[in-house]
């Protein structure tokens, strides 16, 4: 069904073997988090180094969520990547920041709402990317976040 909001999420504290629906509904954390949105591997490390100089700061905690399109001709279960993969990728990023972190894989079959429905309102998300002249797919992420109501930091690389 086209409409169909269904996400998948596979997430824990660098366990990533846990599988489960994800309710449409926010988490009932306490602590004040920092999302890090995972765009490729040395901008996500630029991400989670800024996230984590804030974390230290707010006494925060970062969830780094990687968000996975699903085409409708495949089941949602199945993605086309292969999530090991994936899922070791992230377990290393997160291995390397310095307060805790916890890891989001959603696989959904719309990414904006997905996130809609993931992020609490109001949170404050850090991307990471290049600096370009042209706008950047994390650029034009950024820009619908803040429209969504969110704080969004950009952290470029050196």
């Known amino acids: 069904m086209k409409g169909d909001a269904e996400l998948l999420l596979v997430s824990g504290p660098l366990d990533l073997g846990a599988t489960r629906h994800l309710p449409a ?5 306490s602590k004040l988090e920092v999302v890090v949105l995972f ?3 040395s901008g996500t490390l630029a991400a989670l180094r800024l996230a984590a100089q804030l974390g230290r700061s707010l006494d925060a905690r970062i969830n780094l969520v990687a968000l996975q399109a699903v085409p409708y001709a495949l089941e949602l279960a199945r993605p086309a990547i292969v999530m090991e993969w994936l899922e070791e990728r992230l377990r290393d990023l997160a291995s390397k920041s310095p307060i805790d972190t916890r890891v989001d894989i959603i696989v959904s079959r719309d990414i904006r709402r997905a996130l809609r429905q993931v992020l609490k309102p109001h949170s404050l998300v850090v991307i990471g990317g290049r600096r370009r002249w042209w706008r950047t797919r994390e650029q034009r992420l950024a ?4 429209h969504d109501g969110h704080q969004v930091i950009s952290a470029y690389l050196q």
Request: glycine share 8%; aromatic share 0%; net charge positive.
């Open 25 to 29: 509904g926010v988490s009932q954390r």
């Open 143 to 146: 820009e619908k976040l803040r």
């Open 39 to 41: 765009t490729d591997a």
